[in-house]
């Protein structure tokens, strides 16, 4: 039985505000998403540490701080014309292409 890939609202690259869990408020950049599990990784938020063993690539080891996943139903996107987090429409234009649109003001996040 094949894994079945998530649709995501938001993609990598954009700018999100963490709504619920320990990092509440906390705005990043989304750095990875992971769309069988439907979870996505912000930069400086979520960090945890991990303890690395030496190796040929990293000889000293140690204690390695890194982003740990969150659910993608954790964050949304944030407008800067608004300053918060919104919800986001998809307009069609006339030639076909789907754009994601700020709910509230209007203003494009895709260019």
Known sequence: ?????????????DNVVVITGKDAGKKGKIINVDTKAGRVYVDKVNVV????KPT????QGGIVKKEAAIDSSNVMLFC???GKGVRVKK???ADGTKTRVCAICGSKFDK
């Not at 039985?1 to 990598?12: D, G, N, P, Q, S």
């Not at 540490?49 to 690395?52: I, M």
């Open 1 to 13: 039985m094949a894994i079945e890939k998530k649709k995501l609202h938001v993609k990598k690259g």
């Open 49 to 52: 540490s991990r303890h690395t």
């Open 56 to 59: 040929p690539g990293a000889p």
């Open 80 to 82: 800067s014309k608004c």
């Open 91 to 93: 307009e069609i234009a």
